[in-house]
């Protein structure tokens, strides 16, 4: 069987003692919240990239031709440079960070921009304390993870570039009992402040970033389009990559200018520790599996349909950050049918990347539904669990693996994302179970109709099962029973109105022909 082979080339995958790392690529790891996931994601397409001596590379995906050359080169690791904002953090996250995390030189430098700002604000009927305290308040609503963290730790909710900024961490226990000078901290931020640790934008993002690259850098994905029935030239390689380059530059809308401009002024409070904090190297992406590419061309198209859709910006990074958080489940589970032993002990159930998520109803279900999906979230964690296991694996490895490795990145991380998505239902307790939400029927109907049109239920349930392995009902749900190594039991399957079309019928998703016929629409127009 071997060990999965990395993209892009690099030895350093041999020297890795985690096995997780090896499976999954370096790394989706449980301290990372779906927000900064969709952050770092964001914060590698809108920052200049480079490849090698390549670039900058300002698109958002660097060109077909450019991958393809990667593709054959070894030892050239994508490097990108996010801003570090350390001045627009401290004034708009102080005040909303722990009180015993705001060190004294904290306090002073905030005083200063404060002073600063005192300075170049006027305000005809308000004093300059008056619009930095409304200021500040406008700024905090854009709060998006951490908030018991550090100030500077913390991470921005990503509307737009503006609150994109690479990770920053003060070193409290190192500065608790030192007397640390203002002046000294600001000449020389990067000595203090650690921008390259990767504690919460742990690399998610950058993973299913390079799984993108792998993906466009010449995969064959005819027979997988076949399959999926995706056979025009709209999700063909070079039609697709065209979209998404469109799709993620048309993030940085109109509106969001006047918060661009917002973010340099108050960065220019203090342009000296601006320029300083920014003088460094960038950050550098590690390594994704080359064989993750069909999951990827699957998010792939899934993103170029909320991208092409007329979504509100907040809406579609909601759904862009879901559909971020699900990738991950779908990778793991992909990655893990590869190298490890399925549930049924054999070969063939399963969607098309062999895995099957076998659903019920929050609510109203029956025993037989409950126990059957109870039985198929073992089967999944028990798959993970005996990849992570591998022999070929665990031989590169040649150690004991970290007793944190089930919590932090095997199959306890699979089931606390799951619950973080309200897609593994109860939070607490024994027994999980996959449920279905609205917001999971949301993302799933706007990536998965194109904008504006239709398809039958039927082949909406054929699509949701080829690409998430979520099962419901009908075949798929036969299906996933053997794949989970249960006897088929109609006892399983819903009575009478399903209750997966009423939960399309409340989401005003379903348009019902008649008795036998139902569209399931996608009530949104294309933007491009």
């Known amino acids: 069987m071997g060990i999965p082979l990395p993209f892009p080339k690099t030895d350093e995958i041999y020297r890795s003692k985690n096995p997780a790392f090896i499976l999954f690529g370096s790394r989706f790891y449980a301290d990372q919240t779906t927000t900064e996931l969709l952050s770092e994601f964001l914060g590698v397409i809108l920052s200049p990239k480079w490849i090698g001596p390549m670039g900058p590379i300002q698109s958002p995906l660097p060109s077909i031709d450019d991958l393809g050359n990667w593709k054959k080169v070894e030892g050239r690791a994508l490097q990108y440079k996010p801003d570090v904002k350390l001045n627009l953090k401290l004034f708009s996250l102080l005040r909303a960070s722990p009180l015993d995390s705001r060190h004294s030189v904290h306090k002073a430098h905030y005083e200063e921009l404060s002073n600063e700002f005192g300075k170049k604000v006027r305000s005809g009927n308000r004093t300059s304390d008056e619009v930095q305290e409304w200021i500040e308040d406008f700024l905090k609503g854009f709060q998006g993870a951490g908030f018991d963290r550090t100030w500077c730790a913390q991470t921005f909710y990503p509307v737009g570039r503006a609150f994109l900024a690479q990770e920053t961490i003060w070193p409290r226990k190192y500065a608790k009992n030192k007397n640390l000078d203002l002046s000294i901290v600001k000449s020389m931020p990067l000595s203090f402040f650690e921008t390259t640790k990767h504690n919460f934008l742990a690399r998610g993002g950058e993973l299913l970033y390079l799984q993108q690259c792998n993906l466009f850098a010449g995969r064959d994905i005819s027979e997988l389009a076949d399959k999926l029935g995706y056979n025009t030239r709209d999700y063909q390689l070079e039609s697709v990559h065209q979209c998404l380059q469109k799709g993620f530059a048309s993030l940085e809308i109109e509106q969001l200018v006047v918060l661009e401009k917002l973010a340099d002024f108050i960065e220019n409070l203090d342009p000296h520790t601006y320029r300083e904090a920014n003088r460094n190297e960038g950050l ?105 296991n591998n022999e070929d694996i665990q031989r590169l490895v040649d150690q004991k693996a970290p007793t944190s490795l089930e919590r932090d990145y095997g199959h306890r991380y699979f089931n606390h994302l799951g619950k973080r998505l309200g897609m593994i239902y109860p939070w607490r307790g024994a027994e999980p179970r996959f449920v279905v939400t609205d917001q999971l029927i949301r993302y799933l109907v706007l990536s998965l109709v194109e904008p504006g049109k239709s398809c039958t239920y039927e082949d909406f349930k054929r699509r949701v099962y080829a690409h998430h392995g979520i099962a419901v009902e009908g075949e798929e749900l036969e299906d996933a029973l053997i794949w989970s190594g249960l006897p088929p039991n109609s006892s399983v399957q819903p009575i009478g109105d399903s209750w997966f079309t009423q939960m399309l019928r409340a989401g005003g998703f379903l348009v019902e022909l008649s008795d036998g016929c139902s569209l399931v629409r996608n009530p949104y127009s294309l933007e491009f």
């Not at 792939?300 to 349909?305: L, V």
């Not at 895995?355 to 409950?370: D, G, I, M, N, V």
């Open 284 to 388: 550098q992406c590690d390594w994704c599996p080359q064989e993750s590419w069909p999951e990827a061309y699957l998010f792939a198209i899934e993103m170029s349909r909320i991208l092409r859709a007329t979504l509100g910006p907040i809406e579609r990074l909601e759904l862009l950050e879901f559909g971020c958080a699900l990738q991950v489940l779908r990778s793991m589970c992909a990655q893990s049918v590869r190298y490890g032993r399925l549930p049924s002990g054999r070969e063939g159930p399963g969607n098309l990347l062999g895995y099957a998520w076998l659903f019920s109803p929050r609510e109203k279900f029956s025993r037989q539904q409950r126990l059957a999906s109870c039985e198929n979230v073992r089967g999944v964690f028990r798959m993970i669990q005996s990849a992570l």
